[in-house]
């Protein structure tokens, strides 16, 4: 049987027409890791995508406050801190979405038009989501939709949409095997929603004890940011192989920039807060200049007068906010949702494509391995499911702002940073760490990291036993200041881990702190032997 793809999208442009990719803000750009071009090479694609991609083989950082470890002291300096990542388990390849797309539209022309159809300026709607028990397919509803609508990064806001497209103009058909990678829009997966609600509504109290309804669950962001893209040309002598990153203290400003070419073009993000007056569109472009001379001055005069009439006066662009589906992926036995309509995340980590791109590696081994699409597609709701949710939750607790941020990341990342320092065989790394691990999914990580957190309690806690032993010093200390012994223990206990606790997080107090910000302080100064994450004030043993 053919596979038919629907695209609410124009076809996307060649990935060789130079003309269309020189305007390198224009495109969104993505970064490959390992598990993205491992699903790439399953499907044998990834040798033809790499011809197209630039490598991003790590990072020069300009943080706020920055500090270099010199002499078994940190000192302050203003220059930017270049790290080589070398045990990574792949070297990020970074090429724009588009011409991603562009690729593997062209391979499949060439070498499966007769077993993939692919179709454009569509979209799909499900009247009939099939039945096992009736042997029903499928059935779907295909609309023509506006020719105006353009390729749009996946980071745009997080509202479902319905159809835009002419119902007149629209065609019905049946499938034995619907796989709704909508993106955004996600129409098939709140149909699904919609559905399964309805359907829980009419159950009795028994019944519904054991049902778990399909549901998908939105976060609000409370830690909102846009962006403005802004094209680069990098000068002599910087590496057009890093990516560059800057911020301000106060968190007003984060700037990110990935290769767009071979060339030294360069796509930088300009990250603000919604609020903020230039991050709206038509801004006053010398307001403008003088921010990015305050806050991110070394990248100033790379940008021209011309560039920065048309950064003030474009429109932002939003991130998407954090959402998953679950507890299954399937409806049925002849839907399944895979990708951005399975789970989205914030690109600050790379994970939203590449996990999108294993997504389909799985659903492909899924159906290799099963007899029947029934069985494939609950496979995959086993193997992704649990993942999607993982995934959006980890990642979430990343990006919690004030309050919230201080317990869910950064005292976390203290610890972990302080016991696997101390005790690396015992305790592992931490989670931003973990991410680049080939032997943990993110199941793995969550299940690790809660027993790390057990295990680092129980240490404290013996720790805190064996000073209530020093009884002659606590007892000498509670006749001092009148207090009995349990008192003066825990103020001397608090006191010791309050101290320790400060001089590790004293940066991480600022406001508007972003990851970004977490890696410019989590390695001294590089060398081409660095980790990928350095414990927290312990010295890089392969520094000179």
Aim: charged content about 25%; overall charge negative.
């Amino acid at each position: 049987k053919k596979v038919k793809v629907f695209d609410r999208l124009k076809p996307p442009p060649s990935p060789s027409d130079e003309e269309i990719w020189s305007d390198v803000a224009k495109f969104y750009l993505i970064g490959l890791g390992f598990r993205g071009q491992k699903a790439l090479k399953h499907f044998g694609v990834w040798d033809v995508v790499k011809a197209y991609t630039n490598p991003a083989v790590g990072r020069m950082d300009w943080a706020p406050d920055a500090v270099k470890y010199e002499d078994g002291v940190d000192v302050k300096y203003e220059d930017g801190v270049e790290r080589i990542f070398t045990d990574r388990p792949a070297t990020t390849e970074v090429i724009p979405r588009d011409k991603l797309v562009g690729v593997l539209h062209d391979e499949i022309l060439s070498k499966y038009s007769d077993r993939i159809e692919l179709n454009y300026h569509c979209e799909v709607d499900a009247l009939d989501l099939g039945s096992a028990e009736l042997d029903r397919p499928v059935i779907i509803r295909v609309a023509k939709c506006q020719e105006s609508v353009k390729h749009v990064p996946s980071t745009c806001q997080d509202q479902p949409k319905s159809l835009s497209g002419d119902m007149e103009d629209s065609i019905t058909m049946t499938t034995d095997l619907l796989v709704a990678a909508e993106g955004t829009a996600r129409t098939i997966s709140s149909q699904i929603e919609a559905q399964d609600e309805a359907k829980y509504k009419d159950m009795g109290l028994l019944e519904r004890f054991s049902y778990k309804p399909f549901k998908v669950t939105r976060y609000e962001d409370d830690n909102q940011r846009v962006y403005k893209s802004i094209p680069l040309k990098l000068p002599t002598g910087w590496r057009p192989d890093l990516n560059y990153s800057a911020r301000s203290k106060d968190g007003r400003v984060i700037f990110d920039a990935l290769p767009a070419d071979a060339q030294g073009n360069y796509c930088g993000v300009l990250l603000m807060k919604m609020d903020d007056e230039l991050a709206a569109p038509d801004t006053n472009p010398k307001k403008l200049r003088d921010l990015i001379d305050e806050y991110i001055p070394q990248f100033s005069p790379l940008i021209d007068e011309k560039n920065l009439a048309a950064i003030a006066k474009k429109a932002p662009s939003f991130l998407p906010s954090f959402r998953y589906a679950g507890p299954r992926l399937h409806e049925g036995e002849k839907t399944v949702v895979l990708g951005d309509a399975a789970h989205t995340v914030k690109p600050y980590f790379g994970l939203g494509a590449n996990s999108a791109l294993l997504d389909v590696e799985v659903l492909d081994e899924c159906l290799d391995k099963t007899s029947s699409i029934g069985d494939a597609v609950k496979m995959f709701s086993v193997e992704r499911a649990g993942e999607a949710e993982s995934m959006v939750k980890v990642s979430r607790q990343l990006d919690r702002p004030g309050t919230l941020g201080l317990l869910a990341f950064i005292v976390p990342l203290i610890l972990d940073s302080v016991f696997h320092g101390f005790a690396p065989k015992i305790f592992e790394a931490n989670t931003l760490a973990m991410f680049q691990r080939t032997d943990y999914d993110f199941r793995g990580i969550q299940k690790r990291k809660r027993i790390d957190r057990i295990n680092q309690t129980l240490v404290l806690g013996f720790f805190g036993y064996l000073l209530s032993k020093t009884n002659f010093i606590f007892d000498a200390l509670s006749q001092a200041t009148g207090q009995n012994l349990t008192t003066v223990i825990s103020a001397v206990v608090g006191t010791i881990a309050a101290a320790v606790f400060v001089r590790k997080a004293a940066f991480f107090f600022l406001p508007g702190l972003a990851p970004a910000d977490v890696l410019g302080k989590m390695q001294s100064k590089a060398t081409n032997n660095d980790s990928f994450i350095t414990p927290l004030g312990f010295k890089d043993k392969q520094e000179g």
